[in-house]
């Protein structure tokens, strides 16, 4: 039969439960972290081309699209009342102007059929379209951009101002806008140019969506992941994943498919920003467009494809993934670091983030099992 316990015996008894329950939550927690994409080994990163920062003329890169009748890209900033033209090299060539009662720009489309650029605001859920080639001049580096319509987009039950629009793409062979759902669900929604809706998908194999990318060679859609840091390739409802891969920066957030260029390219901005942690740089980043059957849809960590295992060298990685650790810390205002790393293998280890493997983070796990 049981022994009644003293007071103070049955204090020693509560500390060590209490100790014992902060163990397994502590375990468990470190369990999630180390499980993290950010911090768990990338298998297949895409090795970059060239990179750029473009924080000069958009401090706070979010969609991204290249129009091909100008050859340019277009870059928004998510707080900014304006649109960055740029060539296929991210250098800048104009700024253009919208009303400023357009905020929380999150997502941007080019439609060279009929010539327009359109923006998506994220909690609003409304797109809408200005002219492609035709401003209200105002010097030679900024226009005032020429509005046409808007309409609004219905993402079911997902109404949350912060995980609204955050990707968008038009279908030059039908002229439909594909509008992306962040999350809660994340969704990809058809309609047509008028903003008539007729089709709507629930993602399931992805965190987020942030950006999405129409290919007019392959007629299939780009989806690019923040949270992952994955870009897939998959049909036009978006449910069906052909194929996927890592990608080497953090903070993805936009991303554009170039098939006139030599090689092809496939661009991904990051933005900066983020809500807790460390701020990054603003790149634009090129990559080399995959070939479907080369990402993980064939995947054999046996024999990894040539891209991994030789990457090509980058132009402007060096000083575009360059930690600015001892700047900053030089600064009068006392900023905060900042910094953009990139988790890939193609990558110098002086510029990639720290990681901790699977089987290391096994190893570690088990060490604080034993001490804790």
């Given at each position: ?24 939550i ?5 369990l999630v972290?180390l ?15 060239f990179a750029?920062?473009?924080g ?9 699209t ?25 250098n ?6 919208f ?16 010539g327009?650029?359109f923006?998506?605001e994220?909690?609003r859920r ?6 492609l080639d ?13 509005e ?10 997902s ?36 903003g ?17 990318a ?14 992952d ?5 998959t049909d ?42 460390p701020?990054y ?12 059957g080369?990402?993980?849809?064939n ?14 060298p ?9 930690l600015?650790t ?6 009068s ?26 089987s290391e983070?096994?190893v570690?796990?088990i ?6």
């Amino acid at each position: 039969h049981s022994v009644p316990l003293h007071t103070s015996q049955k204090s020693v008894a509560h500390f060590a439960l209490m100790l014992w329950q902060s163990k397994r939550i502590v375990f468990v927690f470190l369990l999630v972290l180390l499980c993290t994409p950010s911090l768990a080994d990338k298998d297949l990163p895409l090795p970059p081309l060239f990179a750029t920062n473009i924080g000069g003329f958009s401090s706070q890169p979010s969609g991204l699209t290249y129009c091909s009748t100008t050859d340019r890209l277009y870059v928004n900033c998510d707080r900014c009342p304006f649109i960055a033209e740029m060539d296929t090299r991210a250098n800048f060539i104009q700024r253009l102007n919208f009303d400023d009662a357009h905020r929380d720009i999150e997502a941007m489309a080019c439609s060279d059929t009929d010539g327009y650029l359109f923006i998506g605001e994220e909690g609003r859920r409304r797109v809408t379209a200005f002219l492609l080639d035709e401003y209200e001049d105002k010097n030679n580096q900024e226009k005032d951009l020429i509005e046409v319509y808007d309409f609004t987009v219905v993402t079911g039950d997902s109404t949350s101002g912060r995980s609204g629009l955050e990707g968008m793409t038009v279908n030059e062979r039908t002229g439909d806008i594909y509008v992306a759902n962040e999350k809660g669900p994340a969704m990809v929604v058809r309609v047509h140019s008028d903003g008539e809706q007729f089709d709507s998908n629930v993602i399931t194999y992805l965190r987020d969506i942030s950006g999405l990318a129409y290919d007019d060679e392959l007629d299939l859609l780009w989806i690019l992941s923040d949270q992952d840091e994955k870009v897939y390739l998959t049909d036009l409802s978006g449910t069906e994943v052909l194929d996927s891969w890592d990608l080497p920066v953090q903070n993805p957030e936009g991303i554009a498919i170039n098939n006139n260029s030599d090689p092809k390219y496939l661009y991904i901005a990051t933005d900066p920003s983020a809500p807790s942690g460390p701020q990054y740089l603003p790149l634009l980043v090129a990559f080399e467009k995959p070939v479907e059957g080369t990402g993980y849809a064939n995947f054999d960590p046996d024999n990894l494809p040539d891209y991994v295992t030789n990457p090509p060298p980058c132009d402007g990685c060096d000083d575009a993934f360059e930690l600015q650790t001892d700047d900053d810390d030089n600064n009068s205002d006392g900023g905060d670091d900042v910094s953009q790393s990139s988790s890939g293998s193609s990558q110098d280890s002086s510029t990639s983030s720290p990681l901790i493997l699977p089987s290391e983070a096994l190893v570690v796990l088990i060490m604080l099992n034993m001490v804790l």
